[in-house]
């Protein structure tokens, strides 16, 4: 369990370094901006939407149609 859980870091670690060591880039229209309101209300409708979906539990038609 010891190695399970503390052999992800390395992945990680690998990954979080390759992001950080990239250059910024500018700004063009291509670019979605992330400090305005729409970035927050999207940001979280996605986070509400994910955790209703993780929370109900989906519904199955077959649990009506009950046929024994």
């Not at 390395?10 to 305005?36: C, N, Y």
């Not at 927050?40 to 209703?52: D, H, K, N, S």
């Amino acid at each position: 369990m010891f190695f399970g859980r503390f052999l992800m870091i390395i992945p990680l670690m690998g990954i979080a370094g390759s992001l950080a060591a990239k250059r910024k880039i500018t700004e063009t229209a291509g670019t979605f901006p992330v400090d305005g309101p729409l970035f927050t209300f999207l940001l979280i409708g996605v986070v509400l939407i994910v955790g209703a979906l993780t929370y109900f539990p989906c519904s199955r038609s077959d649990r009506t149609s009950s046929t024994s």
